[in-house]
């Protein structure tokens, strides 16, 4: 059936470095993507998204990069830092309409100093 | 504002309890979720009201009953729950469903455990 997945439950990265975090999703009819951060302990938190005509976007230290033809995406995150330790979901309302995110399995960030 | 209030932030109640998880939105969303999250797994969605009306349950116990009494509140009853049911709740809200460029925020969550 259709999917969102993630490569790799746990990335870690030294303080400082560059992190990427992978996903795959497996719906041509994607055209939507949301990646979201969730602390130990909270509610996902809304980082980034990119819509279908995109393949790039890019905020305050994140990028995210879209490549249709492999159904691939990436947050990357820049400078790591510890306050970046957490779960990362890439999620996909690929149903439209009122009918809820589809969320990957999640990759957990784990920052060394 | 993108703030989603959830209450309360804990909730332990024996498997005969009934109780109830709220939550509220001030942002004019007119799509709302519960949605279920166990240990180091992804949120999974129970419920989605849009305009106030249930559209889509995804195969939830009838043990747990949501309710939307207006398009700011959200509530999730709770009756004769079973261990297996002790996780994180979680609401949410969107503009209106879930076209591009529509993004679902999240509240906190209101972790339960079932006793």
């Known amino acids: 059936g259709e999917s969102v997945g993630l490569h790799l439950p746990t990335l870690s990265v030294q303080e400082g470095d560059n992190s990427i975090i992978n996903c795959a999703y497996s719906?041509?009819?994607?055209?939507?993507f949301i990646w979201y951060k969730q602390e130990s302990g909270k509610g996902p938190q809304f980082i980034i998204d990119i819509r279908s005509n995109m393949d790039k976007r890019q905020g305050q230290r994140v990028t995210v990069l879209l490549n249709k033809t492999v159904k691939h995406l990436s947050l990357q995150i820049a400078a790591t830092q510890p306050g970046d330790s957490a779960v990362y979901f890439c999620a996909d309302p690929s149903g439209g309409g009122a009918d809820g995110l589809t969320f990957g399995k999640g990759t957990h960030l784990i920052i060394q100093p | 504002d993108t703030e989603v209030t959830q209450t309360p932030k804990h909730l332990v109640m024996g498997m005969t309890n009934k109780k109830s998880l709220k939550c509220e939105q001030h942002?004019?969303?007119?799509?709302m979720y519960w949605y279920k999250q166990k240990a180091k797994k992804p949120p999974e969605l129970m419920f989605v009201y849009s305009y106030e009306k249930l559209s889509i349950n995804e195969s939830v116990p009838s043990r747990f009953s949501p309710e939307c009494p207006n398009s700011s509140l959200l509530n999730l009853h709770l009756h004769a729950l079973q261990p297996e049911d002790s996780a994180l709740y979680l609401c949410?809200?969107?503009?209106?469903?879930?076209?591009?460029?529509?993004?679902?925020?999240f509240g906190e969550g209101s972790w339960l455990t079932v006793v």
């Open positions: 942002m004019g969303h007119r799509a």
């Open positions: 719906n041509s009819a994607s055209d939507y």
């Open positions: 949410a809200s969107s503009p209106l469903g879930l076209t591009s460029g529509n993004t679902i925020y």
